[in-house]
């Protein structure tokens, strides 16, 4: 199984802060690979798809940019509606895995 | 709108079987992959597997292949998941998923004694 390693687990920051979320693959996964958000109590909300691409309705704060096998979740002036658990998933091949989340909280 | 419902979920009991379903609406069912993603309490999202629009195609993560079977219904737009053999292990959250981009709110299903 291709092994998602997301970092940090918990990031704490301060609005209007600039944050960035990692997961490294631990096999290729060429550009199949989104970005979830999900806060308390709801379900994950597609945030980014093929690596970079803004889902629909997501505010242009969030990107998503990949460097080799390194793949990140940038969120630019942090605004307190960002606050959530954010987790990426591979759909590369089969069983697709979710990385481990990163807790976004307020510092 | 493209709305997901789950059902099906309660408590059982250890050994013991369950079916949830996803009832789909606003969106041509049989055009699209759908999945089922699990989240146990406290705990991060967990794929489980996903089906192709005819049901010719099932991918499922290793550990539940033996335990979990997903179908589809095209002509009542639903989307099923049979559990069996459930443990304690298998209480969470499980979420239906519209080719991983759209999702229901989750069913909640507890297993124990």
């Known amino acids: 199984d291709i092994q998602m390693t997301q970092s940090p687990s918990s990031l704490p920051a301060s609005l209007g802060d600039r944050v960035t979320i990692t997961c490294r693959a631990s096999q290729d996964i060429g550009n199949y690979l989104r970005w979830f958000q999900q806060k308390p109590g709801k379900s994950p909300r597609l945030m980014i798809y093929?690596?970079?691409n803004l889902a629909n309705g997501v505010p242009s704060r969030f990107s998503g940019s990949r460097s080799g096998s390194d793949y990140s979740l940038t969120i630019n002036s942090l605004e307190s509606e960002d606050m959530a658990i954010y987790y990426c998933?591979?759909?590369?091949?089969?069983?697709?895995?979710f990385g481990s989340g990163t807790k976004l909280e307020i510092k | 709108e493209v709305k997901l419902v789950e059902s099906g979920g309660g408590l059982v009991q250890p050994g013991r079987s369950l079916k949830l379903s996803c009832a789909a609406s606003?969106?041509?069912?049989?055009?699209?992959?759908m999945g089922w993603v699990r989240q146990a309490p406290g705990k991060g999202l967990e794929w489980i597997g996903e089906?192709?629009?005819?049901?010719?195609?099932?991918n499922y993560t290793p550990s539940l292949k033996d335990k979990f079977t997903i179908s589809r219904d095209n002509a009542q737009n639903t989307l099923y998941l049979q559990m069996s053999k459930l443990g304690s292990e298998d209480t969470a959250i499980y979420y239906c998923a519209r080719g991983l981009r759209d999702w229901g709110q989750g069913v909640m299903v507890t297993v124990s004694s």
């Open positions: 998933l591979q759909h590369n091949e089969y069983p697709f895995t």
């Open positions: 606003g969106f041509n069912f049989n055009d699209y992959w």
């Open positions: 089906i192709n629009k005819d049901s010719s195609t099932i």
């Open positions: 093929g690596a970079t």
